[in-house]
């Protein structure tokens, strides 16, 4: 699998609190993707990213925003999370944005 | 909006059948690619397909792109309980640079020994 890693794997937080989840990779793609996956949804696109600081919103952008200082760090910020948005959370990378991506393991965030 | 149909969304089959995934969409595409996730896992990169009308395979897997680049399909030869997951078909639209992937919302493959 590409080196592509996220953290916390695992998150149990209570509603209101600010969330940040971590994707880092080691293979220098320019683009970066975070999805959320819910049951009977598949994979819904937040936010991405075509470069350091370059940001653009995806199709379910509301209540999160997004930081890339750096080439392989991409960040995902819930401000203050809510129950809506418990869920698994994939981020992927690529070498161009209609390219084949690689996605890290996930992060399952609980919102109590 | 740009949408990606994929049907069906659950397919059931005895271990040794066929199994075909299809996917649809209302523009053109520049790209179709199909990726696996097996259960708690992520989706893994399996194949892309560019040019019009193109075949490929892998193994017992067939990966078909339509004439008009607007669908295409996964068939599975002689399903094994491997073959276990979620196939998304992903449609690229537009350039590398300002085009953008749309999934689709998968088909759940389950196989009876």
């Known amino acids: 699998d590409a080196g592509i890693t996220q953290s916390p794997r695992h998150k149990v937080t209570e509603t209101g609190t600010p969330v940040t989840l971590r994707c880092h990779q080691t293979?220098?793609?320019?683009?970066m993707y975070w999805y959320r996956q819910d049951p009977g949804h598949g994979l819904r696109l937040i936010h991405y990213?075509?470069?350091?600081?370059?940001?653009d919103k995806g199709e379910v952008s509301d209540g999160y925003s997004v930081s890339r200082s750096k080439t392989e760090d991409f960040l995902l910020t819930l401000e203050s999370a809510t129950s809506s948005q418990t869920s698994v959370y994939f981020c992927?990378?690529?070498?161009?944005?209609?390219?084949?991506?690689?996605f890290g393991d996930g992060t399952r965030l609980s919102i109590l | 909006g740009q949408q990606v149909m994929q049907i069906p969304q659950y397919q059931h089959v005895q271990e040794g059948e066929d199994f075909t995934t299809y996917c649809n969409s209302s523009?053109?595409?520049?790209?179709i690619q199909w990726y696996k996730q097996r259960p708690g896992g992520h989706p893994v990169f399996l194949i892309q397909?560019?040019?019009?009308?193109e075949v490929k395979k892998q193994k017992r897997l067939t990966f078909q792109f339509g004439e008009a680049k607007k669908n295409s399909s996964l068939h599975i030869t002689a399903t094994q309980t491997t073959d276990v997951g979620t196939y998304f078909c992903?449609?690229?639209?537009?350039?590398?640079?300002?085009?953008?992937?749309?999934f689709g919302r998968g088909t759940q493959l389950t196989v009876w020994p």
């Open positions: 992927a990378i690529g070498r161009g944005n209609n390219q084949p991506q690689h």
């Open positions: 293979e220098n793609h320019r683009y």
């Open positions: 990213s075509y470069g350091v600081k370059d940001t």
């Open positions: 523009t053109t595409l520049s790209n």
């Open positions: 397909l560019v040019k019009s009308g």
């Open positions: 992903a449609g690229g639209v537009g350039g590398s640079t300002l085009g953008r992937l749309y």
